[in-house]
């Protein structure tokens, strides 16, 4: 019999996913402006918000309880966000669940990575109006 993901397996994975793509994000010039400069995001409190955002979505975990839409929003507020940003973010979400499968959960991850993407640049474009 194949052996049985636990949960905690994929909390794990969450982990190193993330980390991942964070290391890509990062280093793309699209993309790392609007982290670091335009957000200032602070790393060691950013990356364990990513994880617990992903541990809700495909765990059920509670401890991500904040309005990450708003967030977005202050973001795009100050620097637009464009169809390429959301085009990158996918791209490099995608290329990094491929090095770093979370599992029967991967996905999953794609289909809602895709669906928020998509809300979240219909609710921009609503908000900006
Ligand atoms: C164009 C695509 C995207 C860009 C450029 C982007 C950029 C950012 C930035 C700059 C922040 C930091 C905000 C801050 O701390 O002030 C952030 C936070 C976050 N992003 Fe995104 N994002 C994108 C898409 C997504 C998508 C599709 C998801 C989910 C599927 C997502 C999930 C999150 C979460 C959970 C946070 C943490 C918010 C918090 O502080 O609680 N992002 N994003």
New binding site residues.
């Given amino acids: 019999m194949a052996p049985t993901l636990k949960p905690d397996d994929t909390s794990r994975q969450i982990d190193q996913f993330v980390d991942a793509f964070y290391e890509r994000v990062l280093a793309d010039p699209l993309?790392s402006p609007?982290?670091l400069d335009?957000?200032?995001?602070e790393l060691s409190e950013?990356l364990p918000?990513?994880k617990a955002?992903w541990r809700k979505?495909l765990l059920g975990h509670r401890d991500?309880q904040?309005?990450?839409m708003r967030?977005?929003r202050?973001?795009d507020a100050r620097q637009p966000?464009a169809d390429e940003?959301?085009e990158?973010?996918?791209a490099l979400f995608e290329e990094t669940l491929k090095k770093h499968p979370l599992g029967s959960s991967t996905e999953r991850a794609a289909a809602?990575?895709r669906r928020?993407?998509g809300n979240?640049r219909q609710n921009m474009q609503r908000f900006r109006a």
């Fill in positions: 993309l609007l982290f335009v957000a200032g995001i950013h918000r990513i955002y979505m991500y904040r309005h990450m967030k977005h202050d973001v966000f940003h959301y990158r973010w996918l809602l990575a928020v993407a979240m």
